[in-house]
C-alpha cells in the first residue's frame, strides 16, 4: 500500500473510532507507520488531511440508494443519504465553483419567469428525494406515516448550510463540524417523529 493510502486509512480508522479525533500530524503519522515528514509530504497542512479523508469517506459510500440498505439502522441510512447529495459538491475550490454555478444561474439574473420555474423545478425535485428517503423509514416503523413537510424543509436547510459552509473559508476542516451538524440532524428528526405531542398541540 503506498504511503498516501495508508496515511487516509489511518486517519479513517481513527474518526471511525473517535469522530472528536483531532487528526494531528503526529497521532496519524504514527498510527500509519510514517514518519511525520512524510505525511507532510503528501499533506501539507492538517486542513489538507482532514479534507481529504472527507472526500474519501464520502466515495465510499455505498452506491445506488443507501435508504434502502435494511443492513443499516435508520440513522445510518439517512446520514448516508445525506452525505451523497453533498458529496459532488467538494470542498474549497471545488464548492466554490459549484456554488458560482448556481449564484449565475439563479441568484444574479433578475427573477423573471423562466429563471424562477427552473430554480423550484430544481427545488421540487430535491424536496421529492428527502421525502422519499423519510417514506421509506415510515414505511419501516422509524418515523410516523403522514406529511414529513416539516422535516423535508429543515434537512432541506440544513444540506444548504453545509454547502455554503463548504465554500466558505473556515478556520478547520469541514469533516467534523459537518459530520456532527449532519448528525444533529438526523438525530432531531427521527427523535421528533418517533413519538407524538403529549398534550394538545398549538393552533
Same mark, same amino acid.
Not at 493510502?5 to 480508522?13: C, N, P, R, S
Given at each position: ?5 495508508? /496515511? @487516509? ?38 486542513? &489538507? ?5 472527507? &472526500? ?10 443507501? /435508504?434502502?440498505?435494511?443492513? @443499516? ?85 440544513? @444540506? ?37 405531542? &403529549? ?5
Amino acid at each position: 500500500m503506498e504511503t498516501r493510502e495508508k /496515511i @487516509l486509512q489511518a486517519a479513517a480508522e481513527m474518526i471511525a473510532e473517535d469522530m472528536t479525533a483531532k487528526l494531528s500530524v503526529r497521532a496519524v503519522a504514527a498510527r500509519a507507520g510514517v514518519s511525520t515528514g512524510s505525511l507532510r509530504f503528501h499533506f501539507p497542512t492538517q486542513r &489538507a488531511l482532514q479534507d481529504s479523508l472527507l &472526500a474519501r469517506i464520502y466515495d465510499n459510500l455505498l452506491p445506488g440508494d443507501p /435508504i434502502r440498505d435494511r443492513t @443499516l439502522p435508520p440513522h445510518e441510512r439517512l446520514l448516508n443519504c445525506l452525505r451523497q447529495v453533498l458529496a459532488p459538491l467538494g470542498t474549497n475550490k471545488d464548492a466554490r465553483t459549484a456554488w458560482s454555478t448556481i449564484y449565475r444561474n439563479f441568484i444574479e439574473p433578475e427573477p423573471t419567469g423562466p429563471v424562477r420555474a427552473a430554480y423550484l423545478a430544481h427545488e421540487r425535485e430535491a424536496e421529492r428525494l428527502v421525502e422519499h428517503w423519510l417514506a421509506v423509514l415510515a414505511g419501516e416503523g422509524a418515523l410516523p406515516p403522514g406529511d414529513h413537510t416539516r422535516n423535508v424543509r429543515f434537512l432541506l436547510t440544513v @444540506l444548504n448550510g453545509l454547502s455554503v459552509e463548504r465554500a466558505l473559508p473556515t478556520r478547520e476542516s469541514v469533516l467534523i463540524a459537518e459530520t456532527e451538524t449532519l448528525n444533529a440532524a438526523v438525530d432531531h428528526v427521527l427523535s421528533t417523529g418517533l413519538a407524538p405531542s &403529549a398534550g394538545p398541540t398549538r393552533p
